[in-house]
C-alpha cells in the first residue's frame, strides 16, 4: 500500500490495552484522510448521545495519504471528537510534524478511549505503546509541557500536550502541538483532559514510499514555485492580520461583541502596525514554503513577550473586546497559547461578560473585583487565567457563551455571538451574506474555514449586501471544495495556487496511491464527507432550529461602518438556509433522504434515525 499504512490504532486508557485495527481500501478512498477519515472513524466509534466528557466520547487524531510526502503544505493533521461546546461533530486542524511522526508511528489515525485514573503521559515509538505516568507535567503551561517531555523522552519526540485550560475541562481548550501550533477550536483540549491525559509524544522510523516518486517531485517542486506567486503574497508580508485594516475599511470588522462593523482603534492594532513596531519574524509550518504566520512581540515598558499572530486572534483578543493595544493582545494571544485554549472562544466568551457587565448584568462583585467592561486590557488578560483555572468568574466563563448565557440570563442569550455553542468569527455576517449562511449551516457551529464563504462575498460574484437563493448552492459547493481540501489535507492559503484543485489533486493523489482518481471522485468526497458530519449531528440531536443565526445579528441593523442600516431578517436566512438544503438534495427540515445516502455511498454506514423512510 502507498500512501497510507492501512491500519488504526485503538488505545484504551482506562483499560491500559491498545489495538491496530485494518483500514480497508474502500473506506480510505471513500473518506480520503484528515477531517474526512476522521469523521468515518467518529461516526464508527461515538456511542451515540454520550456525554462529549465521558470516558466514551473517542479523540481521534487522523492523517492524510499526503502527509509524508513532502509537498508544501500538507504535513498537517485532524483531531475530532464530540464537542464539548457545541454537542455535534468537533473537528480541528493544525499544522505541525506531529502529522507526520504519527503517520511514521505506522497509523493513519490515532483513536483514544476512556479515562486514565492518573495523569497520563501516552507514548507511541514505532507502534510500541507506553502509559507513562504525567503527575509532574500536571498544571503546565504546554510550552512547559512540552519542553518537560522531550527531556524525559529525547528531542526528536514530537509533542501533543494539553494545559491547565484543557485539565481543568474548559469547554474551549486546545490541543498544542510541536511547538506552540493549536488545535484549537471546538475544544479538543478539554476532552483531552477529561481523559486524564496530558500529552502524547510520537516518534517513528516507517517509511512512507509514493507510487511514483518521481513524478511526484516534479510536480511538488512546481506546487512550491507557484506557492510563492501573487496567490499567497499577502500571507507572506502582512499575514492574516492584514484583514483588519481592510475589514474595517469594508464595515464588516466586528467590534465590542458585534454591536459595531467598524473600530475606531484598528490603525493600532493592525497588520501593517504590527509589522512596523512588533514584527519579529513570520514562521512556516511543517514542509511549507508560504510562511504565514507572524511572530510578534511586544515593546512596551513591561517584560518583553513573543507568540503567534494572526487575523482571527488579533480580532478576537482586540477590535472584539475594545482594545486597541497591540501590546495587550500579543500578551492576551500568549496567554491563550500557553494556557490552551481558542483564542476565538476565549475573547468572544469573555466581549460577551463585557456587555454582560456594561448593562449591569455582571457586577464587579460577581467578578471578584474584575471590571469587566469594553476596553480594558487588564480584565482581559485577568478573566483569561481565570477561565483556564475555573477560578471566580472564569468557572462562568469556560464554558462559553453559550452556557453562560443560559446561566447569567437577563436577556444575555441576544448578545452571546455563537452558533450552535461555537463562538463566532471575525466576519460580519449583515454585511457578508453568504458568510450569513456558511456560519449558520457548518456543522461545527460558527465556522469561517469551512466554507470559506466570505470569497464569494469579497468578489464581484454576488452583492454582498442582499440576500438571495443563488447562496445556498454557493455555500454548498464552497462547503465541499473545503472537505476536499481537509481531506488531503492541504493548506487553504495554497488553493488559489492551483489552476484546478480538483483535477491537480487527483493526479497528486494516484501519484501518492497508485489508485485511481478523477477530480469528480473528490468533488463527490468533499459532498459524501459533508453529508457523513450532518448525519453525525442529526443523531446527536440536530434539528432545523440549530441552524440560525444570534439574535443581534437577525434584529440589530448596523450602526456605523461603510453598511450602516443593513441587517439581516429571520426570513432572509431561513430564504437561504431553504436554498442551501434544496442544494444538497436533503428535505425542507434538513433531514438526509434515503435516496442521497445511496447515492453517496453512505447507506451502509449511516443508521437511519427517524420514522420516515426517506430522510434520516
Request: charged share 25%.
Amino acid at each position: 500500500m502507498y500512501g497510507y499504512n492501512g491500519k488504526v490504532l485503538v488505545v484504551d486508557l482506562t483499560t491500559r490495552t491498545t489495538a491496530w485495527q485494518p483500514l480497508d481500501e474502500d473506506a480510505l478512498r471513500r473518506f480520503i484522510g484528515g477531517t474526512g477519515l476522521g469523521a468515518y472513524l467518529l461516526y464508527m466509534h461515538c456511542p451515540p448521545g454520550v456525554d462529549a466528557l465521558s470516558p466514551e466520547n473517542p479523540l481521534i487524531f487522523a492523517a492524510s495519504p499526503l502527509v509524508g510526502s513532502r509537498l508544501t503544505t500538507s504535513s498537517k493533521f485532524a483531531v475530532l471528537a464530540k464537542s464539548p461546546l457545541t454537542g455535534f461533530i468537533g473537528d480541528s486542524l493544525s499544522s505541525s510534524f506531529v502529522a507526520t511522526e504519527l503517520k511514521k508511528t505506522g497509523c493513519d489515525a490515532l483513536i483514544i478511549k476512556g479515562r486514565s485514573d492518573s495523569p497520563t503521559l501516552l507514548a507511541i515509538d514505532d507502534g510500541e505503546v507506553e502509559f507513562l505516568d504525567a503527575a509532574d507535567l500536571a498544571g503546565l503551561t504546554t510550552s512547559q509541557t512540552e519542553r518537560a517531555v522531550k527531556r524525559r523522552l529525547g528531542h526528536r519526540s514530537k509533542v501533543a500536550c494539553i494545559g491547565p485550560a484543557g485539565e481543568n475541562l474548559v469547554r474551549f481548550a486546545s490541543i498544542s502541538n510541536d511547538g506552540g501550533r493549536q488545535a484549537g477550536r471546538t475544544g479538543p483540549g478539554a476532552v483531552m483532559g477529561s481523559k486524564n491525559l496530558k500529552a502524547i509524544a510520537l516518534r517513528g522510523t516507517k517509511a512512507m514510499p509514493a507510487f511514483e516518486p518521481g513524478r511526484l517531485n516534479e510536480i511538488g517542486l512546481d506546487l512550491a514555485r507557484r506557492s510563492l506567486g501573487p496567490a499567497t503574497e499577502k500571507y507572506r508580508t502582512l499575514g492574516t492580520v492584514a484583514n483588519v485594516s481592510v475589514f474595517d475599511r469594508l464595515g464588516v470588522l466586528p467590534t465590542r461583541n458585534f454591536r459595531e462593523s467598524t473600530f475606531e482603534l484598528a490603525d493600532r492594532v493592525s497588520g501593517e502596525a504590527l509589522h512596523a513596531g512588533h514584527h519579529v519574524k513570520n514562521a512556516h509550518c511543517a514542509n511549507c514554503t508560504i510562511g504565514c504566520e507572524q511572530i510578534v512581540q511586544t515593546n512596551d515598558d513591561g517584560p518583553a513577550e513573543r507568540g503567534r499572530m494572526e487575523y482571527e486572534s488579533g480580532f478576537a483578543l482586540g477590535p472584539l473586546v475594545g482594545i486597541g493595544d497591540p501590546n495587550a493582545m500579543i500578551r492576551s494571544a500568549r496567554i491563550c497559547d500557553e494556557l490552551g485554549m481558542d483564542t476565538i472562544s476565549a475573547g468572544a466568551t469573555i466581549a460577551w461578560a463585557m456587555e454582560c457587565g456594561e448593562r449591569g448584568l455582571i457586577s464587579r462583585e460577581d467578578a471578584g473585583g474584575l471590571d469587566l467592561r469594553f476596553g480594558n486590557a487588564d480584565a482581559l488578560t485577568e478573566a483569561l487565567g481565570l477561565a483556564a483555572r475555573r477560578e471566580g468568574i472564569g468557572g462562568l466563563l469556560a464554558d462559553g457563551s453559550r452556557m453562560a448565557a443560559r446561566q447569567v440570563g437577563g436577556g444575555s442569550a441576544d448578545w452571546a455571538m455563537h452558533v450552535k455553542g461555537l463562538e463566532m468569527p471575525g466576519y460580519e455576517p449583515r454585511s457578508l451574506k453568504t458568510m450569513a449562511l456558511g456560519l449558520a449551516v457548518s456543522t461545527r457551529g460558527a465556522c469561517h474555514n469551512r466554507s470559506s464563504a466570505y470569497e464569494a462575498d469579497f468578489s464581484a460574484a454576488v452583492d454582498r449586501l442582499e440576500a438571495s437563493r443563488e447562496r445556498g448552492r454557493i455555500t454548498m459547493d464552497g462547503e465541499d471544495f473545503g472537505a476536499t481540501l481537509d481531506s488531503l489535507i492541504w493548506c487553504k492559503f495554497l488553493r488559489k495556487a492551483f489552476d484546478d484543485l480538483y483535477e491537480e489533486s487527483a493526479e497528486i493523489y494516484e501519484l501518492v496511491t497508485g489508485w485511481p482518481m478523477t477530480a469528480g471522485g473528490l468533488r463527490l468526497a468533499g459532498e459524501r464527507i459533508n453529508n457523513l458530519k450532518k448525519a453525525f449531528n442529526i443523531r446527536e440531536g440536530w434539528d432545523r432550529a440549530d441552524d440560525t443565526l444570534p439574535a443581534r445579528v437577525l434584529e440589530e441593523p448596523l450602526p456605523t461602518g461603510a453598511a450602516k442600516g443593513v441587517g439581516l431578517t429571520r426570513d432572509d436566512l431561513d430564504m437561504m438556509v431553504e436554498a442551501y438544503y434544496e442544494a444538497r438534495g436533503w428535505t425542507r427540515d434538513g433531514l438526509i433522504p434515503a435516496g442521497k445516502l445511496e447515492e453517496l455511498g453512505l447507506a451502509d454506514v449511516v443508521e437511519p434515525q427517524s420514522a420516515a423512510d426517506d430522510a434520516v
